[in-house]
Structures are given as structure tokens and as C-alpha cells.
């Protein structure tokens, strides 16, 4: 069978983020070095970390925020994807294809392919077994000259319950996480971005399925 969703789009991270950062630069609202978490002073209601002082400090760690000694105890799960580019210069770039795997157009005659989803992981090479699998249904189903050209992989920052965790520390509310976000990360930040900026602006409720004060008894050990 075959099925249409329109419109289906593919978000270049790499590409975003550095706009991302050259727009924060101009503002002069980015500081990049390497942040020393022992170096951070926090106060019942406001933290400190060199010359900069502020109410509170949000964490947007990732799969570093494991390591957190402040939400180490979240049940985080890391997620390890691959992802393999190939050129594909005849293939209708109109479309993203799914069979078994995703054909997305990227750029020029550059396709991305993937994803997989794996939990039990011995490291963060890209693997044969993966390329492999690609290969093999390519052979399948897609008529056209291909040629592989870059295998990547990452972990992304999931976690067993697959819902995000957002929110203020129960017990030092003036540290907050915002992480867990997994393979949804692209939908799911900017929505609970949002929200829980005005959490914290206007003190509106997060949603009770991602908010962190669930883990009230744990983070309060």
C-alpha cells in the first residue's frame, strides 16, 4: 500500500543552530566555554556562576544532564540513532519516501536515511549492521544508481517513561532542567519551551505528564 502526508518537512539542526547562535552573538546574549558545574553557587532564590548572577539556572544538557548531580536521578535512557547520507541525483526530490526506512531530501542530490531507535548500545560508532540494513532494503525497493557518502550517529536524551522533564527542582527552586525530550526533541521543545517559559514568567501550570515535580520523592532524596 502506499499513503500521502502533507506537508512532511526535515529540520536541519546543524544549519539552525549555528544561524541560531550568530543571532544570539549579536545580541550579546551567548557566552560559548566549557561550563563548570562545581563553579556554580546556588542560593535559595538566586544561583551565581563567575560575573553572572540570576534568579535561576536552567539546564538544557542533553544526554551530559545523565551526569547532573542535580537530576542524575531522572530516569533518563539514552537512545542511540544512525543515519546514513547518500547521493541519490535521480530519485523525485517532491517526496519524502517510507519503506522500512525514511528517504528524506536534504540537499543538492543528498538524501538522508534513516533513523533506528536503539537502547542496548555498547558504543557511539556508527555500525556496520546498520549500513548493512540500509543497503540491503535500498537493493529492495529503490530502482535508481545510489552511492553512500556519511554514516553518523548520536545518542538522543530519552528516558523510560518517553516524556519530557520540565521544570523547576523541587527542592532548589532555583534550578530547573528542561531535558528527556528523545526522538521528538524538534516538536516537543519549542511547545514546552514556550511553556515553560510563561511557567516561569507568569507562573501558568506545566503540563502534569511532562512537569518534574512527578519525580518530587526521588529529586528530594
Same mark, same amino acid.
Given at each position: ?5 502533507? $506537508? ?15 543571532? &544570539?552573538?549579536?545580541?550579546? *546574549?551567548?557566552?560559548?566555554? %566549557? ?7 546556588? /542560593? ?17 544538557? !542533553?544526554?551530559?544532564?545523565?551526569? +547532573? ?7 533518563? *535512557? ?5 543515519? #546514513? ?8 526530490? +517532491?517526496?519524502?519516501? %517510507? ?8 540537499? /543538492? ?34 530502482? &535508481? ?7 553518523? =550517529? ?20 532555583? #534550578? !530547573?532542567?528542561? +531535558?528527556?525530550?528523545?526522538? %521528538? ?7 514546552? !519551551? ?10 501558568? $501550570?506545566?503540563?502534569?505528564? =511532562? ?5 518530587? %520523592?526521588?529529586?528530594?532524596?
Amino acid at each position: 500500500g502506499i499513503g500521502e502526508i502533507n $506537508p512532511c518537512l526535515l529540520i536541519d539542526l546543524n544549519a539552525m543552530l549555528i544561524g541560531w547562535r550568530k543571532e &544570539l552573538a549579536t545580541q550579546n *546574549a551567548l557566552l560559548e566555554s %566549557k561550563f563548570q558545574l562545581s563553579e556554580l553557587q546556588v /542560593e535559595p532564590h538566586r544561583v551565581s556562576y563567575g560575573q553572572w548572577e540570576a534568579e535561576k539556572i536552567i539546564f538544557c544538557d !542533553g544526554t551530559d544532564g545523565f551526569e +547532573n548531580p542535580n537530576f542524575q536521578l531522572l530516569p533518563y *535512557a539514552g537512545n542511540k540513532g544512525e543515519v #546514513i547520507i547518500a547521493s541519490i541525483p535521480d530519485l523525485p526530490r +517532491n517526496n519524502i519516501y %517510507k519503506q522500512g526506512i525514511n528517504l528524506v531530501p536534504w540537499k /543538492e542530490d543528498l538524501w538522508w536515511i534513516g533513523s533506528n531507535y536503539e537502547w542496548d548500545y555498547q558504543d557511539l560508532d556508527p555500525s556496520q549492521a546498520f549500513r548493512e540494513k540500509v543497503e540491503q532494503q535500498l537493493k529492495h525497493w529503490l530502482k &535508481l544508481p545510489y552511492a553512500i557518502v556519511d554514516h553518523q =550517529a548520536a545518542v538522543r536524551p530519552a528516558n523510560m517513561e518517553r516524556r519530557p522533564f520540565v521544570g523547576l527542582h523541587p527542592v532548589h527552586s532555583s #534550578i !530547573g532542567v528542561f +531535558n528527556g525530550m528523545g526522538t %521528538k526533541g524538534c516538536s516537543l521543545s519549542p511547545y514546552f !519551551g514556550h511553556q515553560f517559559t510563561q511557567h516561569l514568567l507568569l507562573d501558568t $501550570p506545566l503540563n502534569p505528564l =511532562a512537569d518534574v515535580q512527578r519525580f518530587k %520523592k526521588i529529586l528530594s532524596r
